[in-house]
């Protein structure tokens, strides 16, 4: 009995020793895996494309508006004829806008309609107080009538002055559509 009291006294000792002079095992390292954001949504093409037609119409006459002014010689007296001309090309423009605008079908985007109808509000409003200007101009006797043609001018670019943003009332910060169709719009981010 004493040998297997040595003998287990000595498996002890050395269980014991072997025990503590072992370091705890360190944890095997943990892997994170995280998984990259979603990609944003491919744009509708059909979003795509009726954003671009809205993007075509309001930057047109903004580019087309910003030539003329341009071309517009300064220190020009001031005469019937000038102011008809200027009169007659605000027309034309805006009128140009409101056809592309009206040529739009149903949005696909939300506030698309809304949008739509913000803009042919404005450039509308533009286009006839460009045309009434030049008739009261035409009906007016010799040079009388230059204020009211003055009036009208300035007053036919400041219908559209609010108008100038196509996205604006889109609300595209709001709208991951809206954002994705203007992004593949081409027109939608003109040179000028």
């Not at 390292?29 to 509708?44: G, L, R």
């Not at 030539?67 to 200027?86: D, M, P």
Request: charged letters at 20%.
């Amino acid at each position: 009995m004493r040998s297997t009291l040595r003998w287990l006294t000595a498996l002890a000792a050395c269980l014991f020793a072997v025990g503590c002079s072992t370091a705890p095992q360190p944890a095997p390292p943990t892997t994170t895996v995280t998984q990259p954001p979603p990609a944003p949504p491919a744009p509708d093409p059909q979003a795509v494309a009726w954003m671009d037609q809205l993007c075509g119409a309001v930057h047109g006459y903004r580019i087309a508006n910003n030539e003329r002014s341009k071309q517009s010689e300064s220190g020009t007296v001031v005469t019937k004829k000038v102011l008809t001309e200027h009169l007659t090309q605000l027309e034309e423009l805006a009128g140009k806008t409101v056809r592309e605008l009206e040529a739009l079908p149903a949005s696909p985007l939300p506030e698309g309609d809304a949008a739509k109808q913000h803009f042919l509000q404005k450039y509308t409003t533009s286009r006839d107080i460009a045309a009434e200007g030049k008739r009261k101009l035409a009906a007016a006797g010799g040079e009388s009538g230059l204020e009211a043609g003055l009036q009208a001018m300035q007053d036919s670019q400041n219908a559209v002055s609010d108008a100038y943003d196509p996205l604006a009332p889109l609300k595209p910060e709001s709208s991951p559509a809206v954002t994705a169709a203007a992004a593949g719009a081409k027109k939608c981010a003109p040179a000028s």
